[in-house]
């Protein structure tokens, strides 16, 4: 999410930060710096030049220029105005009766899926949502829908077979909506390829007929420049109440996020960073700075982790660390908690200070699912007691996970060195005092 754009806007502050004072010129080539990395982030040219003038108005300041640490105030103002171009303060959804929620956008953009996955977060915070298949151009739409809200147990209503009318089933839906108790109605709608008179004609129909609390654009931060004139349009042709990004954790570049806030006025709401339904959450503009920039999110972490966060494993697993019996059990209970939080990749960019020390280390996500494998393939006395593990119980391993013996072999290898990390105390405080954004060689385990 945003690599590149962190990555280059990092390096820039890195050199101002070098300066014991700045003057005209170290701060002009600074922006410039800035400038270039924000469209070769597909910034929209003149969202970014309109960003640029306000940060250096703020930055020439004698404020900053006499400062004792010039380099930070500016990282200050560049996060500031950052902040305010993603949307300032996070918007809440309005959810006040008749809480009707209407998701528009192309096709591809993951407008079905998006809808489910705004169900389960709702239902989550103590909502009763409903879905309604309002799509009724693509094929296999509506069964989509019916599957997602199978998997995650929210009521789904489905027109009949061969309906083309589309305020025909929204009147439908609204009456069955009255018989499920729900308190909040997702209506998921037909997208075209391109905005086209058709699309624009029918979704006007429809937004007149259910008059919706919130009309959400749901857009693929993966399209970039295209995504802008899309949310431009339907946002001066149907009206709209905010913004859904799909696809964040996929595109190193995501300056179209940037872009769609500044050229709509509409607030980004919510984030899709990963394919699992789980992997949705409320899009905060100065959290989402802070990672842009290197500086974590641990308000976000906490939140992922107490999601993800079994008390009573956890207190187990302490024990066990206690008395220095961490077995590979243990490790698997670690991985799968991991995997819940939305994995090691997204759990790094969170923690501040771990940019610079996660360069160069490859986090694959494919290698983890590998080690699962491998720890799966072992048998119950073997997770135990991996010293047991010889040359033929390396062969069987391997075979059963589908991997080789030298990635079983450095499975093993790479958990004995975390065991002895764990049972030695001076150490463990060394990586707690990293982690928590010291700087220091190491890495990760595995």
Not at 191 to 199: A, F, H, P, S, T
Not at 236 to 245: A, C, D, K, P, R
Not at 346 to 358: A, E, H, L, T, V
Not at 437 to 444: I, K, P, Q
Request: net charge positive; proline share 4%.
């Amino acid at each position: 999410m945003f690599n590149s754009l962190s990555d280059n806007l990092q390096e820039t502050f890195k050199k101002l930060r070098g300066h014991g004072k700045l003057s005209e010129k170290n701060i002009s080539d600074a922006l410039r710096q800035i400038r270039l990395a924000l469209l070769e982030a597909d910034v929209e040219f003149s969202v970014a030049k309109e960003f640029i003038a306000r940060v250096k108005e703020k930055a020439m300041g004698e404020t900053v220029t006499r400062s004792i640490k010039p380099g930070q105030q500016i990282v200050k103002i560049f996060n500031d105005e950052l902040t305010e171009l993603l949307g300032g303060d996070a918007a809440p959804l309005d959810l006040n009766p008749p809480a009707r929620l209407l998701l528009v956008g192309l096709n591809g953009a993951g407008k079905t899926t998006t809808s489910a996955k705004l169900a389960l977060h709702l239902r989550k915070e103590g909502r009763r949502p409903l879905l309604v298949a309002c799509d009724l151009y693509r094929p296999a739409a509506v069964d989509q829908l019916v599957t997602l809200g199978k998997q995650i147990d929210i009521p789904v209503f489905q027109p009949e077979p061969g309906e083309t009318d589309v305020l025909k089933v929204a009147k439908a839906a609204l009456k069955w909506a009255d018989d499920q108790a729900g308190t909040v109605i997702i209506f998921d709608t037909a997208g075209r390829q391109e905005v086209d008179e058709e699309l624009i004609g029918e979704l006007k129909s429809l937004h007149k007929f259910l008059a919706p609390k919130e009309t959400l654009l749901v857009a693929d931060s993966a399209t970039g420049q295209q995504a802008v004139s899309v949310a431009q349009t339907f946002n001066e042709t149907i009206g709209l109440s905010g913004l859904i990004l799909t696809k964040l954790d996929g595109d190193a570049r995501g300056g179209a996020a940037l872009s769609m806030r500044s050229v709509t006025g509409q607030p980004i709401k919510f984030a899709g960073v990963g394919e699992k339904l789980s992997e949705f959450e409320a899009f905060v503009p100065d959290r989402m700075a802070g990672r842009i920039l290197g500086m974590g999110d641990v308000v976000g972490l906490v939140e992922k982790a107490a999601e993800a966060f079994d008390e009573d494993e956890a207190l187990r697993m302490a024990e066990q660390m206690k008395k220095k019996n961490f077995d590979f059990d243990d490790f698997l209970s670690q991985i799968r908690m991991m995997n819940k939080m939305g994995g090691l990749g997204s759990i790094m960019g969170m923690i501040p200070g771990m940019g610079d020390q996660m360069k160069g280390v490859d986090v694959d996500e494919k290698r983890m699912k590998h080690v699962e494998a491998i720890v799966l393939s072992m048998t119950p006395k073997e997770r135990t007691r991996p010293e047991i593990i010889k040359a033929s119980r390396r062969k069987r391993i391997a075979a059963g996970s589908g991997t080789s013996v030298p990635q079983v072999n450095s499975l093993l290898k790479q958990f004995g060195q975390m065991r002895k990390m764990m049972r030695n105390k001076g150490k463990m405080n060394q990586m707690m005092k990293q982690m928590g954004g010291g700087r220091g060689g190491g890495g990760l385990p595995f």
